[in-house]
C-alpha cells in the first residue's frame, strides 16, 4: 500500500471516530462575515495596536493548507480560493468537544472559524479561533510538496488539486471571466446585440475543420458538433440584424497543441454596413480596451517579449510578408512549380500533388507567423483561401480579408462577407469537388444557406476572435491547457 492510499484509509477511520464525537464531517450552510480575500485587503495593513484598540470580529472559512500543533496550541492556514490566513487554535478559548476537533483535522480540511484578527510576535494577520466548525473532512491527502504541484499531466487532468496546489491558477481564470464579461460590455455598448446559435448542425459548415459527429435517434440522422457559428449569424444578417455576437463553444477533430484544443472558446461578431477595414479598427479598440481593464496599460511582457497595443497596427499584404520575410521575387509566387522550388529551399517537405495556394500557405505558416511579434494585420488572401470571403474590387483573385497575429499566433480572422449567391454557390462547389477527392476539412454545400443568402444580405463584416488565446496573451500563459479549466486530453493509462 503506498502512502497515499494508507492515509486515506486512517482519514477514512477518523469519521467513524468523528461520528462518535457527535461531529457531522460533512456539514451544511455556514455564514461568513468576509471572504479570505476581503478580510486581508480591510485589516492587512492595520498595526498590532490598531487591532487590539479597536478589535475586528470575523467569521470565514476554507482550506487547511498548513498545520502546526505545539502542546495546546496549533497554527493553521486556512486557504480561501486563491487567498489565505493564518488561524491560532489555543486550549484556553476553545471548549474541550472544539479543542478535541481540532486535534482529529487533516491537510485539507474544509472548516469554519470565528474570532477576533490579532497580530503574532512575527506580525502576521492571524485569526484567534473560538468557534471551530468541521465542514467538510478530505479523505485524500494533499501533495506531498506543498511548495505546490508540478507534474503537469497531473495538473491538467486534476484542476481541482491544481487549484488547491498552486493558488495562484486562480487568478488566470478569473481574468478569463473579467475578460469575456469586458468584451460583453464594450459590444453591446457599441449596438452589438448578443444571441445563441445551434451547437449541432445538420452540417459542418462555417470553417475549414473536420467535425465531431454524433448521431440524433429520434431523427434518425447524423448531426455534427459545430466547427464555427458563422453560417447561421450569416442567416440573422438575412433576416434584419444589424450588428450581433456570440461567444461560443467550438469543437474541431483535430491535434492537441500548445495552441489548439479540439473544444474551445470563440468571439464571433458580425456588422451590416461595414467591411473589414471597420473591424480591423474595431479590433484595435476592443484590444486596447481589454488591455487597460485587465492590466492597466496597452504595453505588457508576454513570455519574454514585450507587446504594444497600441493602434494603428501594421497593416501587411499576404503576398507582401511572403516577399519581406523570405527575400522572394514576387514572381516565383505566382507559378507552381517554382514556389515549391522555392519552399524547399526554405526547408519545407512540399508534396508532389500540392496546389499552388496549398504550398503559399505552408511558406507563410512556417516562414512568416512565427516572426509576427507585435500586433499585424495580414491582409489580401488568396481567394482559393478564403471560401466564404467577399472578393477584392481592384484584384478578384484576392480577398476583402484580414487575420491577426500576435507572437507568431492566429488571434482573430476577420472579412467583408461574400453576399453574391451565385458566387457563393461557385465557391461551394468547388469545396465539394475537394471533399470527394478526400479532403475532409473543406467545406460542406449547404443549399439552405445559399437560400438565405438569396433572400438578401446586405453587405457586412464579420470577425471570430479566439477567446483562449487572447486569455493565454493576457495572463502570460504559454499553453492553451493553462487557460482552459479541464482541457482535453489522453485517456489516463490505468494505475
Not at 462555417?206 to 435517434?217: D, I, K, L, M, Y
Not at 499553453?479 to 479541464?486: A, G, K, Y
Request: hydrophobic share 40%; proline share 6%.
Amino acid at each position: 500500500m503506498d502512502e497515499s492510499s494508507e492515509q486515506r484509509t486512517q482519514r477514512i477511520q477518523k469519521l467513524a471516530t468523528l461520528k462518535a464525537m457527535g461531529v457531522q464531517p460533512y456539514g451544511t450552510r455556514f455564514e461568513t462575515s468576509h471572504p479570505v480575500e476581503d478580510l486581508v485587503a480591510a485589516y492587512g495593513l492595520k498595526t498590532k495596536d490598531e487591532l487590539e484598540q479597536h478589535p475586528v470580529a470575523c467569521r470565514i472559512a476554507g482550506r487547511i493548507v498548513a498545520l502546526r500543533r505545539f502542546g495546546k496550541a496549533a497554527f493553521a492556514s486556512l486557504q480561501d480560493g486563491a487567498h489565505r490566513i493564518q488561524v491560532y487554535v489555543k486550549k484556553d478559548a476553545l471548549d474541550d468537544d472544539a479543542f478535541r476537533l481540532s486535534r482529529e483535522l487533516d491537510l485539507g480540511d474544509w472548516v469554519g472559524v470565528e474570532g477576533p484578527v490579532f497580530r503574532t510576535k512575527t506580525d502576521e494577520l492571524t485569526v484567534a479561533v473560538q468557534t471551530l466548525t468541521l465542514l467538510s473532512k478530505g479523505l485524500r491527502p494533499l501533495p506531498e510538496k506543498w511548495h505546490g504541484l508540478t507534474d503537469i499531466e497531473t495538473r491538467y487532468r486534476q484542476r481541482y488539486v491544481d487549484l488547491i496546489a498552486n493558488p495562484g491558477i486562480h487568478n488566470v481564470f478569473e481574468t478569463r471571466s473579467r475578460l469575456i464579461a469586458s468584451i460583453r460590455t464594450y459590444l453591446t455598448t457599441h449596438g452589438f446585440l448578443e444571441v445563441e446559435t445551434p451547437m449541432m448542425h445538420p452540417l459542418p459548415g462555417g470553417a475549414a475543420a473536420r467535425p465531431f459527429v454524433t448521431h440524433h435517434n429520434a431523427l434518425k440522422t447524423d448531426l455534427y458538433l459545430r466547427v464555427a457559428p458563422e453560417l447561421y449569424l450569416k442567416r440573422l444578417m438575412v433576416g434584419g440584424f444589424r450588428r450581433v455576437f456570440e461567444i461560443n463553444r467550438n469543437f474541431r477533430n483535430e491535434g492537441l497543441s500548445t495552441i489548439h484544443n479540439p473544444e474551445f472558446t470563440m468571439l464571433e461578431l458580425y456588422q451590416a454596413y461595414a467591411d473589414y477595414c471597420d473591424l480591423m479598427t474595431l479590433t484595435e479598440e476592443l484590444f486596447g480596451t481589454l488591455a487597460r481593464d485587465l492590466l492597466g496599460t496597452t504595453t505588457f511582457t508576454y513570455q519574454g517579449h514585450t507587446i504594444d497595443l497600441t493602434p494603428p497596427w501594421r497593416r501587411l499584404p499576404y503576398f507582401e510578408a511572403l516577399v519581406t520575410y523570405n527575400t522572394l521575387d514576387r514572381t516565383v509566387l505566382d507559378d507552381r512549380d517554382m514556389a515549391a522550388a522555392a519552399a524547399r529551399r526554405l526547408g519545407l517537405d512540399i508534396p508532389g500533388e500540392a496546389s499552388l495556394d496549398e504550398i503559399l500557405n505552408a511558406m507563410f505558416e512556417e516562414t512568416v507567423e512565427p516572426r509576427l511579434t507585435q500586433p499585424t494585420f495580414i491582409t489580401d488572401y488568396p481567394i482559393a483561401l478564403s471560401p466564404l470571403s467577399r472578393r477584392k474590387d481592384s484584384d478578384p483573385r484576392l480577398a476583402d480579408r484580414f487575420e491577426l497575429f500576435i507572437v507568431g499566433r492566429e488571434l482573430a480572422n476577420g472579412f467583408s462577407e461574400l453576399n453574391d449567391p451565385l458566387d457563393q454557390r461557385q465557391r461551394f462547389v468547388a469545396q465539394a469537388a475537394q471533399r470527394e477527392a478526400g479532403d475532409a476539412e473543406a467545406h460542406a454545400f449547404d443549399e439552405d444557406f445559399l437560400r438565405a443568402l438569396e433572400y438578401g444580405m446586405p453587405p457586412t463584416a464579420g470577425e471570430g476572435i479566439g477567446i483562449d488565446r487572447l486569455v493565454m496573451l493576457f495572463t502570460n500563459q504559454a499553453s492553451i491547457r493553462d487557460v482552459i479549466l479541464f482541457p482535453q486530453l489522453r485517456p489516463e493509462s490505468p494505475s
